[in-house]
């Protein structure tokens, strides 16, 4: 890749070392073979939304069993379709934060055991940065420093991105992540799980300007997130306000849509809004999008629109890089670079502290 320094001769670059990224921070099984030169060679992704759906949610304890039964297989697919061997393999890396810690755990075990079996350096790898990561991936060249937003069902921060690999956590939610708020609306709106998607889909033949639905912090200067008063709104708007004498309106397929389409809205305005003014207070005129709602269509429209206005430098990751998985890992050969190699004692760091300023 364009921003990794390459100090090997020309014969040695001709056969590009590789290496293992394994993902299994939450409630997907990943495992990717990269080269240095930034190259997807296999990425394999086992979902669990199967064992989940009837849950609302992921359940912790169904998602590390998973990931234990599953986690070798998806290795050996990697491997098997990039058409190398584990001796091939110049590094290991795994996510290794934030995340479930009973899954991160499955993944670091997993991890640390082929290190130590292959003697190959192990790299610990921040799975949000790695998010951001995506976004340089995708341009082939160095995009630093930016703005980076990861907005996912677990997660919705803001970061002043320095380097590749130099992030500074400047804003985040302070209740519940932007991806998590659509799941917990679809459910209220008698929708499928996993919900973003359901909630988009509905939101297409809904009118976004239906319901007035509030934009909480968009007006405040803090680079702070909140969701919960909009899904409260939801709620009074959709089932009624507690002890009123009328009833609220039947849920009919339009009024779902209309209802939808206005949350939705209100996400994306409040998403928009904060990037704005990361880019206005870090002086940065690049901006990367991150994350599982990252692939949100109308979220997509309207950073375009951001780019087109302001001339700002939009990048979101593809469809592909958005939701979990682990050939964002290659920020692994960033990390290594630097010599940031992991001890083989390394510990999974399941949470992360919010922060707004």
Same mark, same amino acid.
């Given at each position: 890749m364009s921003g990794v320094v390459n100090t090997r001769s020309a014969e040695e670059s001709a056969c590009p070392e590789i290496l293992l990224a394994i993902e299994s921070s939450c409630d997907e099984t990943a495992a990717a073979v990269v080269d240095s030169q930034g190259h997807v060679l296999s990425s394999v992704v086992a979902s669990q939304d199967e064992l989940h759906q009837r849950f609302g949610g992921v359940v912790p304890e169904i998602a590390s069993r998973a990931h234990l039964s599953r986690v070798l297989p998806v290795i050996d697919e990697?491997? $098997?379709? #990039? #058409?190398? /061997?584990?001796?091939?393999? !110049?590094?290991?890396?795994?996510?290794?934060?934030?995340?479930?810690?009973? #899954?991160?755990?499955?993944?670091?075990?997993a991890a640390k055991t082929l290190a130590m079996v292959l003697g190959r350096p192990l790299i610990a790898v921040n799975h949000i940065h790695a998010h951001l990561y995506a976004c340089r991936m995708t341009a082939t060249r160095n995009i630093f420093p930016a703005t980076g937003l990861v907005v996912s069902g677990g997660h919705t921060n803001l970061y002043d991105c320095r380097s590749a690999i130099d992030y500074e956590l400047v804003g985040s939610t302070i209740d519940d992540a932007a991806g998590e708020a659509f799941d917990k609306a679809a459910a209220l709106l008698g929708l499928p799980y996993p919900g973003g998607p359901w909630m988009?889909?509905?939101?297409?033949?809904?009118?976004? $300007?239906?319901?007035?639905?509030? $934009?909480?912090?968009?007006?405040?200067?803090?680079?702070?997130? !909140?969701?919960? +008063?909009?899904?409260?709104?939801? $709620?009074?708007?959709?089932?009624?306000?507690? +002890? /009123?004498?009328?009833?609220?309106?039947?849920?009919?397929?339009?009024?779902? #849509?209309?209802?939808?389409?206005?949350?939705?809205?209100?996400?994306?305005?409040?998403?928009?809004?904060k990037c704005r003014q990361a880019l206005s207070q870090f002086k940065r005129r690049t901006l990367c999008i991150g994350g599982g709602v990252a692939a949100n269509v109308r979220l997509r429209e309207r950073l375009l629109e951001l780019q087109d206005e302001s001339g700002i430098d939009v990048i979101i990751a593809p469809m592909a890089l958005c939701t979990d998985n682990a050939a964002m890992g290659a920020i692994a050969w960033e990390l290594l670079q630097a010599g940031q190699v992991a001890p083989l004692d390394v510990d999974v760091t399941p949470g992360l502290v919010r922060h707004s300023r």
């Open positions: 990697a491997l $098997r379709k #990039s #058409s190398h /061997a584990l001796e091939d393999l !110049s590094a290991i890396a795994v996510m290794t934060e934030p995340g479930l810690v009973g #899954s991160l755990l499955v993944g670091v075990t988009q889909k509905m939101a297409v033949n809904g009118n976004p $300007r239906a319901f007035n639905f509030p $934009r909480s912090f968009l007006k405040d200067d803090r680079l702070a997130f !909140s969701f919960s +008063g909009l899904k409260t709104a939801l $709620r009074y708007t959709a089932l009624g306000l507690p +002890g /009123a004498e009328e009833p609220a309106p039947e849920l009919t397929p339009q009024r779902i #849509s209309d209802l939808a389409a206005s949350f939705q809205e209100a996400v994306v305005d409040v998403l928009i809004g």
